[in-house]
């Protein structure tokens, strides 16, 4: 991980982003975007996963997180990478409505090949790009950014019509998916 990209202060926000090998779109399906959200509920209740804001597209996530408790920030990042793309792969390879099945798996498989840290798959890019959001001008910027994705990419006119971010959350809905710490 270059230097720019490390966590330094585990008291601050960071901004990361999860994106897929190749931005391959894989949470275009339910059940992949609920895998990947559970996990930042189990991390929340047993790792110390603050979540501030999230928004799951189709080929990477956003978010805006924290951590409360001992386990650094880092690695809770690692533990849900490594549990959703074990997940996600298998939930992918016992699909028998996946159309893109094999085609998926072996996509991911070469970029298991071509990362001496794998052992077959590779699900994920290697890092998360984490940026310490260190004044409340780059927290509403990044929070503004994570919100407005659906929108700049033309899915939603409006964020809180996105059902896989925290706009709803925000906007005070009641169908939201997961727990988020409001910023004021």
Not at 82 to 102: F, H, Q
Not at 157 to 172: C, D, Q, T, V
Request: charged share 25%.
């Amino acid at each position: 991980m270059s230097r720019k990209y490390k966590i330094r202060d585990q008291e601050k926000l960071h901004f990361v982003t999860f994106t897929i090998v190749q931005w391959l779109d894989v949470f275009i399906r339910r059940e992949y975007s609920d895998i990947f959200l559970d996990s930042l509920r189990y991390c929340q209740k047993s790792k110390g996963l603050e979540v501030y804001a999230f928004c799951i597209m189709s080929s990477h996530a956003h978010l805006i997180i924290g951590r409360n408790g001992d386990n650094k920030l880092e690695d809770i990042i690692r533990d849900i990478k490594k549990y959703t793309s074990v997940k996600i792969i298998e939930a992918i390879r016992n699909n028998p409505t996946e159309s893109r099945r094999d085609w998926l798996l072996k996509k991911f498989e070469e970029a298991g090949m071509n990362n001496k840290h794998n052992n077959r798959y590779q699900f994920w890019q290697q890092h998360s790009h984490p940026i310490e959001l260190s004044t409340n001008e780059l927290i509403e910027q990044k929070l503004d950014y994570v919100h407005d994705n659906p929108v700049n990419a033309g899915i939603v006119l409006s964020p809180e019509h996105y059902l896989y971010s925290s706009a709803i959350n925000y906007a005070g809905l009641p169908e939201k998916l997961i727990d988020v710490i409001l910023i004021e």
